[in-house]
């Protein structure tokens, strides 16, 4: 899964932290990938 070292550099980490924190673990995961393939 991603690390918070890849949220830290995403161009979209205030978005994506702020769902990080929200959304259980499960469901981030799907978060993290689809970031990979927007936000990078």
């Not at 070292?5 to 959304?23: D, E, G, P, Q, T």
Request: with cysteine; charged share 10%.
């Amino acid at each position: 899964f991603c690390t918070f070292v890849y949220f830290a550099s995403n161009r979209c980490n205030k978005i994506w932290m702020l769902l990080y924190y929200m959304i259980v673990q499960g469901y981030f995961h799907f978060k993290c990938r689809c970031t990979m393939l927007t936000c990078i």
